[in-house]
């Protein structure tokens, strides 16, 4: 990635990286994703505003000397995770008079992390200035737009907001500004997702806090920079509200095929009632779409035949990561073929625990379902109807 000029003070100077494919381990990257970082020129200061992963060093490096930066006075970390923090002790080791300015939270997280010293920091508080000369920064905190200790940086005098994780997307874009652009509100709504959602109503405050300040432009430290800042704006005030959709999210898991007849015969029923059905099969699907489909569904039906007692391990995985990532739901139901006994009712429910949905009567069918027993999933495709009836959906 070269260097971008977001205007005559203000240069993009991260780095791509076009070929990662999964984050945390876990979270698929199928557009790989950038780790944003800015140069800001005062009349009397420089700061650079977060730095990259430290696999991508060498592109920051590039990027510093391309601009011609032969001293950086203030290293800004809006945000501890190694994405965006894990280069600052090379930073510091190539510019020695540099001072990391960041909140109380942050620096303590830095010191564990990245075993920085408290002589390398300067410590700021919430609605803080920091002046550059003819620029200043203003530092926001923004607790929980994924950790404990994130914050943005507002630049006053051109109404730039950094805002770091905060309506990002895992994007990788040569060109990294945008105006308008579905592709990218797709992919930031699968970053909100999985990042994000787990914390709703604390990323809705913090939504209204940076809105306050009314920024020209949005420049996240992944994904592009979004010169119409109402877009991602608008897109969060609508993720994080209570509305949810007509919809039916519908993870499923069939060993031997009984519990996907009873997946086909829910899609027909819903479908045909007019409630669109998002199925996901557990064994090929991408975890991100089916967070993403979390987002504003408005019930979830989990299908999964019994195994070794309890349900099948995918469907187990699945409920677990619902419980975690908190969508919105308002109703949970579950269905499933049986050979024997089992508690799969009793696990499934204590998975979901924190989500405060009301849960839809399960139907569990012993064997291959046929035209008779298959019509014991009536009563919750009825229910569901009902429901969204209730709820003003349909
Ligand atoms: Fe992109 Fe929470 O780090």
């Known amino acids: 990635m070269a260097v971008f000029k977001l205007n005559d003070r203000v240069f993009y100077v991260g780095a791509i990286h076009n070929e990662r494919r999964v984050f945390d381990q876990l979270i698929p990257l199928p557009d790989g994703t950038t780790y944003n970082a800015y140069v800001i020129r005062g009349s009397d200061k420089t700061a650079l505003i977060d730095t990259v992963d430290p696999e991508k060093r060498e592109d920051l490096f590039k990027n510093l000397e391309e601009l011609g930066v032969e001293k950086i006075d203030y290293v800004i970390a809006n945000h501890a995770e190694q994405d965006h923090s894990g280069s600052i002790p090379f930073v510091l080791e190539r510019y020695p008079m540099a001072k990391v300015v960041t909140n109380e939270k942050c620096k303590n997280f830095l010191k564990d992390l990245l075993h920085l010293r408290e002589e390398d920091f300067i410590t700021i508080s919430d609605g803080e200035e920091l002046s550059l000369g003819d620029r200043t920064l203003k530092f926001v905190f923004t607790p929980w737009v994924h950790w404990p200790e994130t914050m943005v940086t507002f630049l006053e005098e051109d109404g730039i907001l950094f805002s770091c994780d905060f309506f990002g997307s895992h994007l990788a874009r040569t060109i990294p500004f945008i ?7 797709e992919d ?5 997702a999985e990042i994000m959602m787990p914390f709703r109503p604390t990323v809705r405050r913090n939504v209204d806090k940076v809105k306050a300040l009314n920024p020209m432009i949005i420049a996240p430290s992944h994904g592009p920079v979004y010169k119409k800042p109402e877009i991602i704006i608008n897109a969060y005030l609508d993720w994080t509200s209570e509305n949810v959709k007509n919809q039916v999210v519908l993870p499923y898991v069939s060993m031997h095929g009984s519990t996907k007849v009873m997946v086909d015969y829910l899609i027909d029923r819903l479908t045909e ?4 059905v998002f199925p996901f099969d557990l064994s090929v699907t991408d975890i991100g779409k089916l967070a993403m489909t979390l987002v504003d569904s408005a019930t979830l039906i989990l299908a999964t035949p019994q195994f070794l007692g309890g349900a099948h391990p995918l469907a187990v995985y699945a409920a677990f990561l619902v419980n975690v990532l908190r969508p919105k739901l308002k109703y949970i139901g579950l269905v499933g073929s049986f050979g024997w006994g089992g508690m799969m009712v009793e696990q499934i429910k204590g998975l979901v625990s924190n989500i405060k949905a009301e849960l839809i009567e399960p139907v569990l069918i012993k064997g291959l379902p046929d035209a008779e027993s298959i019509r ?3 009563s919750l ?3 569901v109807i009902k429901k969204h009836g209730e709820a003003g959906l349909l």
């Open 376 to 378: 014991s999933l009536d």
């Open 188 to 192: 930031a709504k699968r970053y909100y």
């Open 273 to 276: 009632n007019g409630i669109e």
């Open 381 to 383: 495709v009825e229910n």
């Open 179 to 185: 105006e308008e652009d579905p592709r990218v509100i």
